[in-house]
Structure formats: structure tokens, C-alpha cells
């Protein structure tokens, strides 16, 4: 994946993108406005920021910013984890499975085109993924399951948005492994991206 620049493959790990990336760029100008609109963010989270400015950073930024995927829907398990939209191409040819997953599927597209729109806040998504998986759940019998939302999807490979004072969930490393055992998640963040932060984010929660 050439387009963020350095990033190291070492199978399920995690890694960072390379300070002199397209994505680094982004993220410490999107740190930089962050903390400066401290008190003044009217509801935006740092990962709208951070997409804002990476649709604006040279060369790459604008088509990167089109090719992730924000939010997407992971249902996961014990020992593993795929999207929604995966699942129901998985389930294809089986009848009950395909239709639980493709409406899963079908309220995911709503929720994600509404979030594009900026008629909702990605963040919205969350709880409505996650009733829709209780109704699965109910419909389908199916057992020990959860969801998660890792930040982007770009190119099969999970992408994580730690801005200033954000940390890594219990589990949330493991989990974000399954979802593409082969390529490494990839943590975009202030050690990742040797973005001071101010001062890790002491003066900037």
C-alpha cells in the first residue's frame, strides 16, 4: 500500500504509517487544529478533522480519503471477525444467512451514506449496528458476538485513529488482528506519527 508511505508488513501486527506519510501529514495538521479549537469543536470528533485534512494534503490525500472506508461494521468473535457487507457475500448461498446479513447490510449503507451526507455523525452508527446485530443474533441463533468499529478500512487493511489522549480499548488490538489476519492494522498517532501534540496531549485533551 504505497499510497500512506512506509508502512512495515509484519502479518497481524500493528504499525505505523511512517512520519513523512500522506496520513502522518494529515494527522499533525489535524492535531494542530484540534487543540487549537479547544472549547470551540461544536461536536466534531478528531477523526473529522483528521478526514478533513487529509482530502486537502499533496499529493495523495483527496484519493486516500475516498478509498477509506469510516466506520465500517465488523461483527467478531472468538477467533474471528469480518464486515457485514463480507459476511453477506459469504452467506450468499445460504437462504436464511444471506438474507439476515443483507439486511444488516442494507442499514449499514443507509447509516454510511447518511454519515457522508453529514445528515448524522459517523459515530451514530455505532448503536444502530448494534441493534441490528441483537435482531440477527435473534433471527439466525447465532452465538458469542460483537461488533466493532475500527476507524477506516483502506484496501482490506484495518487503519486506527488515535488522536491527542486517545488509547488503544481492552481488546481492541485483538480484535482488529481478526479482521485481516495477513496485513498489519495500521495506527495513525502522535508516537506513530512523531506529532508532538502538545506534549502527548497534556495541554490538549
Known sequence: MAATGKVVHGGGAVVGPGADSTLCKAFRRAAERWCADKGKRNGKKFND?????????????????????????????????????????????????????????????????????????????????????????????????????????????????????DTWDPGQRRDYKKINPNKPVIEVSCEACAAPCHDAGNDCP
Open 49 to 165: 478533522y483528521f478526514f478533513e485534512d487529509l482530502e486537502k494534503t499533496e499529493p495523495d490525500g483527496a484519493g486516500l480519503s475516498k478509498q477509506i472506508v469510516r466506520e465500517p461494521a465488523v461483527v467478531t468473535g472468538p477467533q474471528s471477525a469480518m464486515t457485514v457487507s463480507d459476511l453477506e457475500k459469504a452467506w450468499a448461498d445460504d437462504d436464511k444467512m444471506s438474507d439476515v446479513f443483507g439486511k444488516m447490510s442494507a442499514v449499514e449503507k443507509d447509516l454510511q451514506e447518511s454519515a457522508l451526507d453529514g445528515e448524522i455523525g459517523f459515530d451514530a452508527i455505532r448503536p444502530q449496528m448494534n441493534a441490528q446485530l441483537k435482531i440477527a443474533q435473534t433471527e439466525a441463533e447465532m452465538g458469542d458476538l460483537w461488533m466493532r468499529y475500527p476507524d477506516g478500512i483502506l484496501d482490506g487493511q484495518v487503519l486506527e485513529i488515535k488522536g491527542p489522549k
